[in-house]
């Protein structure tokens, strides 16, 4: 995959990988934990949690830790198109 341009680094959206990266990326910037939440606008407490697996931040918290390092985020959508001529589960056709 091709880097776009004014990023670093590609990362499939994989909240675990992701998480990695950032904590990587942070350590190797040699920042806090308290500088990186003064940045995107959260806690702390909320940069621990995230780095650790223990809370499932909003995509506008991911997008912005991410960015801070250059790391891009992208999610794969799938080649097939839906089956648009069955209904889902309690959808009801009207006529």
Known sequence: MAKPEGFSKVVKFD????????FVERTNARLTQDDVAATIGCSRKWVSR??????VPSFEI???????????????LP????DMTTPSKGVSNFE
Do not use: K, N, Q
């Not at 909240?15 to 950032?22: A, Q, T």
């Not at 991911?62 to 794969?76: D, K, L, N, S």
């Not at 080649?79 to 839906?82: E, K, L, N, R, V």
């Open 79 to 82: 080649d097939a198109s839906p």
């Open 62 to 76: 991911v997008i912005a830790y991410a960015a801070m390092f250059g790391i891009e985020i992208y999610m794969a």
């Open 15 to 22: 909240l675990g990988s992701l998480r990695r990266s950032v």
């Open 50 to 55: 995230f780095e650790r697996g223990l809370s």
